[in-house]
């Protein structure tokens, strides 16, 4: 399992392309969840291109489930404060050494200089049926901030169903050319550094913004 803390991240060239972000609200198949709702509605955009292949996504999924976008683009600034969050949780667990605290953090906040979401690339999400509820999961998005540490692997043992919701989410995602950062089932990229380096790309076409 590559995290985000390897030094090969953050080796990856970046070829900023320059597009924009983009109000997920403006695709009427994506719904937009409320609960990392920020000031500036940040959580609401991505890069245009990662806007298209949600788009893409959503259309491969099967008649009444749909797309709930948690969060998308994230200030540096929030970036750094979730990070040095977690770092203390870490340390009051015991763990001091700086090397094991920035991996050990990178499981499930990435580092500032590699973040995919500061770069408008990454995406945080789930499925919800016909009746407007999520699909069962096996565990909810961001379960490491409540204890649910053990749920948040894309490869983590959970229910058949929810197994089977993870694989319907998996392949939509994979499909439209997203890659997955498997310690979190919910979180999606392209065309930043961590998804050049898992595809071979020679560089990163998103960085910070």
């Known amino acids: 399992m590559i995290l985000l803390s390897d ?3 953050l080796r990856v060239p970046v070829v900023e392309c320059g597009e924009p972000l983009t109000e997920v609200g403006t695709v009427p198949r994506l719904l937009l969840d409320p609960r990392e709702r ?9 890069r245009t291109g990662v806007l298209n292949r949600l788009r893409s996504a959503a259309a491969d999924l099967p008649g009444g489930v749909r797309l709930l976008i948690i969060e998308g683009h994230r200030p540096t600034g929030e970036q750094a404060r979730r990070f040095s969050l977690y770092e203390e949780r870490l340390r009051s667990q015991g763990i001091s050494d700086p090397v094991e605290l920035r991996q050990q953090a990178s499981a499930f906040v990435s580092p500032v200089d590699v973040a995919p979401h500061c770069a408008g690339a990454a995406v945080d999400l789930t499925l919800v049926g016909v009746d407007g509820r999520e699909l069962d999961m096996g565990g909810p998005v961001n379960g490491h901030r409540s204890g649910q540490e053990h749920t948040c692997p894309i490869d983590a043992p959970v229910s058949p169903a929810a197994r089977t919701n993870r694989d319907l989410l ?6 439209a050319g997203f890659v997955n950062y498997p310690t979190e089932w919910w979180h999606w990229s392209f065309g930043d550094r961590y998804w ?7 560089n990163a076409v998103y960085g910070p913004v």
Do not use: N, S
């Open 7 to 9: 030094p090969r991240v």
């Open 38 to 46: 920020d000031a500036e509605g940040a959580y609401g955009r991505v």
């Open 170 to 175: 998996a392949d939509a995602m994979t499909a």
């Open 196 to 202: 050049a380096l898992l595809t071979g790309a020679k």
